[in-house]
């Protein structure tokens, strides 16, 4: 928290970040893109927002930062999404096609090597980093495109490559490949982030890379590889760091094993499907080949109502999810931590990987598709209650538990408040939260909610809004400062 802390603070994304995110399929065109949102809209799925990949570019490998012959109306698709409360998301990576506007402006600002025949910029110039970042809040964040995915910053995951420029590689700046290889991810999300800023519109982003003191910039890390498991135990220990790591969808064996992605990323800090590899959601049909060719499964309308439900439960979760991240940035508190980051003497919960904390008083425990129906659980002592069904359990030991594959292992502290939702399909600059307040066990409890216009940086002068939600010994709930509230509206 400390070291959070020293870094600036955790990032303080914008509400709708912390909603239901989708990537669409790799082929996709502006008529493709706009059918998949229509579709959202008419199923009654939250998405709040879009992502789009590599064919937007007219050249992608490397970049030319410019909308390709696929989306030729592209500004009219933007526009219609965000009338829609789409928020759109844009690949990309740092490798500059001569074809890219700004290429020729680049030529003395970066290294000696190129990479898939396009430059490497050397943003720790201040020149490359204005002109890379000019381009991007002229030409996008200010028509309409609410952030990016930053591709391809990281040389390589556990498989070795080849591809990216050498160590040797010499920048003007100084640098060598090796140090732009450790420095590059961070860069990259200080400038694009400065892009947003300059505009006073916040983002959140992906990236592929991060690096020490990145707690503060807007970006989830994320990977090419697909085991559930390593995704659960990377943004468990990502939490160590102050990083936050999405856990997304991107590879389903069976309908099992979505609905136990999608309850994993339902609890985690951006909740996220990577469709790119298939045109039809995966609700519809998890096999590639057979979603390719357009053939639903039989078991449809049941995989798309239960993915329907765990949106929902995201959605109804976000108030509480924006305050823990108010906390880290305030704080320096991940909202998605390690067991052991809550409690640091508590001997048992020094090896578990496999659940975490989200937000204060949630304690999550994920099932992957080789689990079954069943898992072991560690409980910290005290008591705790079951987030669904209110079950009691006595803490300060180990149990199995059982879950259908739509059902999730959540638990809850005595005393714990849990502010929660009622579900809208997408968060707009207008939505009011009607709010339904859960409480657990018999102790006093308290649990504060940030309130402020939830998309620009007027809180760093006008500060937040705080909503005090109290329980008593007697069972009562008491809401100060809530009467006067213009985001949420309570019902006791």
């Not at 998301?89 to 190129?114: C, M, Q, R, T």
């Amino acid at each position: 928290m400390r070291y959070n802390l020293f870094s600036g603070g955790g990032c303080l994304p914008p509400m709708w970040g912390l909603g239901m995110w989708y990537r669409v399929y790799g082929g996709s065109d502006e008529n493709h893109v706009k059918k998949l949102a229509k579709g959202f809209r008419e199923d009654k799925m939250p998405v709040d927002v879009i992502g789009i990949e590599p064919g937007w570019h007219s050249h992608s490998y490397s970049c030319t930062y410019e909308w390709g012959y696929l989306f030729p109306n592209h500004q009219e698709m933007v526009d219609t999404l965000n009338q829609d409360g789409y928020h759109v998301n844009l690949w990309e990576h740092i490798f500059v096609y001569p074809a890219a506007p700004f290429y020729e402006k680049l030529l003395d600002y970066s290294g000696d090597y190129e990479v898939w025949n396009g430059l490497v910029p050397d943003f720790a110039t201040e020149e490359a980093r204005n002109i890379f970042a000019g381009w991007h809040e002229e030409q996008f964040v200010q028509n309409g495109i609410a952030g990016f995915k930053l591709d391809e910053c990281d040389n390589s995951d556990f498989n070795p490559s080849n591809w990216s420029f050498p160590d040797s590689t010499k920048f003007p700046s100084g640098m060598d490949g090796e140090q732009m290889h450790n420095a590059v991810g961070v860069l990259y999300q200080e400038l694009i982030f400065h892009a947003f800023k300059n505009r006073g519109i916040r983002t959140l982003s992906s990236v592929r890379s991060s690096g020490a003191l990145a707690a503060p910039l807007p970006f989830v890390l994320y990977s090419d590889l697909y085991g559930h498991r390593e995704f659960i135990r990377g943004m468990v220990t990502a939490s160590f760091s102050g990083m936050l790591w999405a856990p997304e969808v991107r590879d389903c064996a069976s309908g099992e094993d979505l609905l136990r992605r999608v309850e994993t990323i339902v609890f985690s800090p951006q909740a996220l499907l990577n469709c790119w590899r298939i045109p039809n959601p995966p609700w519809e049909q998890v096999c590639i080949e057979k979603n390719l060719q357009n053939e639903a499964m039989e078991e449809r309308a049941f995989y798309m109502d239960a993915c329907r439900k765990l949106f929902e439960l995201r959605m109804s979760l976000l108030p509480y999810l924006y305050s823990a991240f108010v906390e880290y940035h305030e704080l320096g508190i991940p909202p998605v931590r390690a067991m052991v980051i809550e409690d640091p003497e508590d001997y048992e919960a020094r090896g578990i990987d496999d659940q975490y904390f989200f937000g204060r008083d949630l304690l999550v425990c994920p099932l992957t598709l080789e689990d079954g129906d069943s898992r072991e659980v560690y409980l910290p002592a005290g008591l705790w209650y079951g987030f669904f069904d209110g079950q009691p359990y006595e803490g300060g030991r180990r149990f199995s538990v059982q879950a259908k594959e739509e059902e999730i292992p959540v638990f809850v502290r005595d005393g714990a408040i849990v502010p929660m939702a009622e579900p809208v399909l997408c968060v707009r600059e207008d939505t009011v939260f009607e709010m339904t307040i859960r409480s657990y066990g018999r102790k006093e409890g308290a649990y504060t909610l940030y309130e402020d216009d939830f998309t620009s940086f007027q809180y760093e002068n006008e500060g937040m809004k705080e909503i005090e939600i109290r329980r008593g010994g007697d069972g009562k709930i008491e809401i100060v400062g809530g009467e006067n509230s213009l985001r949420y509206r309570f019902r006791i």
